[in-house]
């Protein structure tokens, strides 16, 4: 039986893609070298076999395709560095134990005491933006204590900072191979796909290159596929591509030309996964159903919102229809990726297990971490796509030199890349083209007309102030639609209809603020100071305003959950220097004070049109005041 340290070096070594030497083993071991290769010699004679070889100058190494033959998995990938160590934590307070014991988590990621607390110390400072957070320590536990909606937070920052430029990144996926050239093969690829005029999108290029690059560790390592696998028949135009692809591989690293490998690839290329439309109508609606339980959980439990991710949802359907066919046929998904995801990114990985716990419920069996392993590749490219969604797409149309339109679009990205982004640069007008790319905006320097619901905007090709006006005032535009949704629903959970009132009696501000703070800390929204640091606040200077409202705030932050009350008077107060009809109690906590800018252009919106004012203050009820809010 093996003992816990050699589990441990099984679990480094499988984590790991490349070779640990034994003094960097013993190092995160707390033992000799000559201890490891001990242990390591240890370990081969328990499985009776060589599982883990060694390099003389590289060191020592895990045979994958021997644990997957054994059915030997790694108990517990091993955060390595201290950054891996505080995601692992929070993870874990997130997730797995509401409670963690200091003294069990140094013997599981074999590092001391005095590393934890620093560990800690980091977490504690990570956590500082997010007041309704707090880590408590009990003698040798630890827990994070606060909201749920705040963890959901806490964990979103963190897992978009995972993603960031690694999903969608083909530099970040070809580094996972040190002995071949993937970036080198993805040009023969492109090149190869352009013989043929075959278009792949942008979502399924990196997973399709990822793919290749399994096949080919595969292949060095003389593992094909077998005929009892499923392939694709050897005709149409993906399979010529896989197979002068696959030629090309052949003859750059002298390996087998077999053509199971080719229909396979062939397969991937033609959306094998996408069952035929009979096929997929005998489902009914399972798979739409599935889908709303999967985005309702990466919503509710993850704070993540997918559901206008439209290559998302139709890859995992894909997806979720291939591996249900794989199941049915027994044929395993190769996990060569699989440690380097658990591994780089537990935050994505944990998503996928979650996601797939949801799976299970639908097909009635069980996946492996192979499996997940896939999901986990859809979420996070997903999740990449989600955190640059903010920027406009936009196609520019220029009839000029690329000598000339260059300039332009230099001037235009200057100027405007933090809020759009020119995907493509076109010297002529084509529909199918235009299109292809998904535009929110086209932007063209000679007169255009065209039937399409895409917004356009003229420019001159040196892009003088005229110019930017127009462009700043479209993405103005652009703004108010995308976000009238969110706005409606941010203004309807703040603005609740238990906190609006209409009063003819009020006479004071103080007697309006007593009664508006006097109902929040009924309701449990606002903390012991919060009454107090409201008229605080007003004693510095009135909040009231010229136009006839005033907002009165806490000059502290002592919120359980943000909201805005309401107070229509039907006979003016004074208040400071004006007479106010309109007051707006804010209750916002630090964490959600991005919300205070969507409010405050809303309130400068309404007070900048007298009319849109009186129709809000004349309101009858909850109804219709929220009707002249959202309209």
Request: a negative charge.
């Given at each position: 039986?093996?003992s816990?340290?050699?589990?441990?070096?099984?679990?480094?070594?499988?984590?790991?893609?490349?070779?640990?030497?034994?003094?960097?083993?013993?190092?995160?071991?707390?033992?000799?070298?000559?201890?490891?290769?001990?242990?390591?010699?240890?370990i081969?004679?328990?499985?009776?076999?060589?599982?883990?070889?060694?390099?003389r100058?590289?060191?020592y190494?895990?045979?994958?395709?021997?644990?997957?033959?054994?059915?030997?998995?790694?108990?517990?990938?091993?955060?390595?560095?201290?950054?891996?160590?505080?995601v692992?934590?929070?993870?874990?307070?997130?997730?797995?134990?509401?409670?963690i014991n200091?003294?069990?988590?140094?013997?599981?990621?074999?590092?001391?005491?005095?590393?934890?607390?620093n560990?800690?110390r980091?977490?504690r400072?990570?956590?500082?933006?997010y007041?309704?957070?707090k880590?408590v320590?009990?003698?040798?536990h630890?827990?994070?204590?606060?909201?749920?909606?705040?963890?959901r937070?806490?964990y979103?920052?963190?897992?978009l900072?995972?993603?960031?430029?690694?999903?969608?990144?083909?530099n970040?996926?070809?580094?996972?191979?040190?002995?071949?050239?993937?970036?080198?093969?993805?040009?023969?690829?492109?090149?190869?796909c352009?013989?043929y005029?075959?278009?792949?999108?942008?979502?399924?290029?990196?997973?399709?290159?990822?793919?290749?690059?399994?096949?080919?560790?595969?292949?060095?390592?003389?593992?094909?596929?077998?005929?009892?696998?499923?392939t694709?028949?050897?005709?149409?135009?993906?399979y010529?591509?896989?197979?002068?692809?696959?030629?090309?591989?052949?003859?750059?690293?002298?390996?087998?030309?077999?053509?199971?490998?080719?229909?396979?690839?062939?397969?991937?290329?033609?959306?094998?996964?996408?069952l035929?439309?009979d096929?997929?109508?005998?489902?009914?609606?399972?798979?739409d159903?599935?889908?709303?339980?999967?985005?309702?959980?990466l919503r509710?439990?993850?704070?993540?919102?997918l559901?206008?991710?439209?290559?998302f949802?139709?890859?995992?359907?894909?997806?979720?229809?291939?591996?249900?066919k794989?199941?049915?046929?027994?044929?395993?998904?190769?996990?060569?990726?699989?440690?380097?995801?658990?591994?780089?990114?537990?935050?994505?990985?944990?998503?996928?297990?979650r996601?797939?716990?949801?799976?299970?419920q639908?097909c009635?069996?069980?996946?492996?971490?192979?499996?997940?392993?896939?999901?986990?590749?859809?979420?996070?490219?997903?999740?990449?796509?989600?955190?640059?969604?903010?920027?406009?797409?936009?196609?520019?149309?220029?009839?000029?030199?690329?000598t000339?339109?260059k300039?332009?679009?230099?001037?235009?990205?200057?100027?405007?890349?933090n809020r759009?982004?020119?995907?493509?640069?076109?010297s002529?007008?084509?529909?199918?083209k235009?299109?292809?790319?998904?535009?929110?905006?086209?932007?063209t320097?000679?007169?255009?007309?065209?039937?399409m619901?895409?917004?356009?905007?003229?420019?001159?090709?040196?892009?003088?102030?005229?110019?930017?006006?127009?462009?700043?005032q479209?993405?103005?535009?652009?703004d108010?639609?995308?976000?009238?949704?969110?706005?409606?629903?941010?203004?309807?959970r703040?603005?609740?209809?238990?906190?609006?009132?209409?009063?003819?009696?009020?006479?004071s501000?103080?007697?309006?603020?007593?009664?508006l703070c006097?109902?929040?800390?009924?309701?449990g929204?606002?903390?012991?100071?919060?009454?107090?640091?409201?008229?605080?606040?007003?004693?510095?200077s009135?909040t009231?305003?010229?136009?006839g409202?005033?907002?009165?705030?806490?000059?502290?932050?002592s919120?359980?959950?943000?909201?805005?009350?309401?107070?229509i008077?039907r006979?003016?107060?004074?208040w400071?220097d004006?007479?106010?009809?309109?007051v707006?109690?804010?209750?916002?906590r630090?964490?959600?004070?991005?919300?205070?800018?969507?409010?405050f252009?809303?309130?400068?919106?309404?007070?900048?049109?007298?009319?849109k004012?009186?129709?809000?203050?004349?309101?009858?009820?909850?109804?219709?005041?929220?009707?002249?809010?959202?309209?």
């Amino acid at each position: 039986m093996l003992s816990k340290r050699q589990n441990h070096i099984i679990d480094l070594l499988s984590s790991e893609m490349k070779p640990i030497t034994g003094k960097i083993l013993g190092k995160a071991l707390g033992v000799s070298d000559r201890t490891i290769r001990s242990d390591v010699e240890g370990i081969n004679r328990e499985y009776g076999c060589e599982l883990i070889r060694a390099n003389r100058r590289s060191g020592y190494f895990v045979d994958h395709e021997l644990m997957k033959a054994r059915n030997i998995s790694s108990q517990e990938l091993i955060p390595q560095t201290a950054q891996e160590r505080c995601v692992y934590l929070i993870k874990e307070l997130l997730f797995r134990n509401r409670e963690i014991n200091l003294i069990d988590l140094q013997e599981r990621v074999f590092v001391s005491g005095y590393s934890i607390d620093n560990d800690l110390r980091k977490i504690r400072e990570r956590i500082r933006k997010y007041p309704g957070l707090k880590l408590v320590r009990s003698k040798n536990h630890i827990r994070l204590a606060g909201e749920e909606g705040d963890k959901r937070k806490l964990y979103k920052e963190l897992l978009l900072e995972e993603t960031k430029g690694n999903f969608v990144n083909l530099n970040a996926i070809a580094e996972i191979w040190k002995d071949f050239d993937l970036l080198k093969l993805e040009e023969d690829f492109s090149e190869i796909c352009g013989k043929y005029d075959y278009q792949i999108s942008e979502m399924e290029y990196p997973l399709i290159m990822l793919h290749t690059g399994v096949s080919i560790e595969r292949m060095l390592n003389h593992n094909y596929v077998s005929d009892k696998e499923e392939t694709e028949d050897g005709e149409g135009r993906e399979y010529k591509i896989a197979d002068e692809l696959f030629a090309r591989i052949a003859d750059i690293y002298k390996v087998k030309l077999v053509k199971d490998e080719v229909r396979r690839f062939a397969g991937l290329l033609k959306g094998k996964d996408r069952l035929p439309e009979d096929e997929a109508d005998r489902n009914g609606d399972g798979m739409d159903k599935l889908m709303e339980d999967i985005l309702e959980i990466l919503r509710n439990e993850f704070g993540i919102d997918l559901s206008s991710d439209e290559d998302f949802k139709n890859g995992i359907i894909a997806h979720i229809r291939l591996l249900v066919k794989r199941q049915q046929n027994q044929v395993t998904a190769n996990g060569i990726y699989l440690q380097e995801l658990k591994r780089k990114y537990p935050l994505v990985f944990e998503m996928a297990v979650r996601v797939a716990y949801c799976i299970e419920q639908y097909c009635g069996t069980r996946l492996n971490e192979n499996e997940i392993s896939f999901l986990a590749l859809h979420l996070g490219a997903a999740c990449e796509r989600m955190e640059g969604a903010e920027l406009y797409r936009v196609v520019a149309i220029i009839p000029n030199s690329y000598t000339m339109s260059k300039p332009c679009v230099d001037k235009l990205m200057l100027r405007f890349g933090n809020r759009m982004n020119v995907v493509r640069v076109c010297s002529f007008f084509e529909d199918r083209k235009i299109l292809q790319d998904k535009p929110d905006m086209i932007i063209t320097t000679v007169p255009l007309k065209h039937h399409m619901d895409i917004p356009t905007v003229q420019i001159s090709l040196f892009l003088n102030g005229e110019d930017e006006s127009k462009v700043f005032q479209m993405l103005n535009l652009l703004d108010k639609k995308r976000y009238h949704q969110d706005f409606v629903s941010l203004m309807k959970r703040l603005m609740r209809k238990d906190l609006f009132h209409i009063s003819s009696s009020m006479k004071s501000r103080e007697e309006i603020l007593d009664f508006l703070c006097d109902r929040l800390s009924e309701k449990g929204l606002s903390g012991e100071n919060f009454k107090e640091n409201v008229f605080r606040r007003e004693s510095l200077s009135s909040t009231s305003f010229v136009y006839g409202f005033a907002v009165p705030h806490a000059i502290e932050a002592s919120i359980r959950e943000s909201c805005i009350s309401i107070m229509i008077l039907r006979e003016p107060v004074k208040w400071g220097d004006f007479q106010v009809s309109l007051v707006v109690l804010l209750a916002i906590r630090e964490t959600d004070n991005s919300l205070l800018k969507v409010f405050f252009d809303w309130l400068c919106n309404i007070v900048s049109d007298n009319n849109k004012f009186q129709e809000l203050i004349q309101s009858e009820d909850y109804e219709e005041f929220m009707e002249q809010v959202i309209r």
